[in-house]
């Protein structure tokens, strides 16, 4: 199966996607090992998305030339969903150190992810919004129309609040070394976010020259969930 997928394809779907999806899990259990309070969970469910989607991207890849085109669409969007929960679950994050558990009950986080997958499982009804075939080099191809609304969605519910209530946050810290950290934490998350929308836009594009290019910073993807583990998680 990796004969008939590009080096380049491999290198990314396999060594930076599940290679770093796996780095992502280690994070997971490296936060659990340390509590087991809903804080740790919340963080740890960013984590583990991040490395179900990446398995999710190997195993399309696999598929892409072998099944109907139709199962490897909804892989792609199945994979693409997952790393758009993981979003959320930084807000959630953000939102119990903000509020606190008290405030932001399990009820309250169920209903924010519940509105929230439902909104990204319309991506799965946009009219050819994804194409994967010969004509696209075997690669995910987008319309406009599945780029617009995706970056809506992640974007206005996702990013937007969880940068807002960072820098409330960052503003409430008094202690030096706390607001040195979360600027870390920032930082990684930022890297993150600009994964997610730079995807976004080689898929749209599919140029394979500048896909090519942007693999370069896919890389970022690891020093991202670095800095957010060392900039706050692992003091959980």
């Known amino acids: 199966m990796l004969q008939t997928i590009p080096f ?6 396999f060594i930076i996607f599940l290679g770093g999806g796996t780095f992502f899990l280690v ?5 659990l090992r340390k509590n087991k309070h809903r804080l740790n969970f919340t963080i740890c469910g960013f984590f583990v998305l991040i490395f179900l989607g990446g398995l999710c991207n190997a195993i399309y890849a696999l598929l892409t030339t072998h099944v109907d085109e139709s199962i490897v669409v909804a892989l792609h969007i199945i994979t693409y969903i997952f790393f758009c929960l993981a979003q959320i679950f930084l ?9 606190s558990e008290k405030l932001i009950s399990l009820k309250k986080q169920l209903i924010i992810l519940g509105v929230y997958s439902a909104l990204l499982t319309i991506l799965f009804f946009i009219p050819e919004g994804v194409r994967i075939n010969e004509n696209t080099h075997y690669r995910p191809q987008w319309n ?3 780029f617009i609304y995706a970056n809506i969605i992640w974007i ?3 990013m ?3 940068l ?5 946050l960052y503003k409430m810290f008094e202690d030096l070394e706390i607001k040195k950290r979360w600027r870390i934490y920032m930082i990684g998350m930022i890297m993150i976010y600009v994964e997610l929308f730079g995807v976004g836009i080689m898929i749209l594009i599919n140029d394979p020259f500048l896909r090519q290019i942007w693999n370069i910073y896919d890389v970022s993807v690891l020093i991202g969930a670095f800095l957010i583990y060392y900039g706050i998680v692992r003091q959980l």
Do not use: D, H, M
């Open 156 to 158: 206005g519910f996702a």
């Open 27 to 31: 994070l997971s259990f490296l936060v």
């Open 8 to 13: 380049s394809r491999v290198i990314q779907v």
């Open 144 to 146: 406009l129309q599945f």
């Open 164 to 168: 807002y209530i960072s820098l409330k």
């Open 91 to 99: 807000l959630l994050f953000n939102l119990i150190l903000w509020k």
């Open 160 to 162: 937007i609040p969880t």
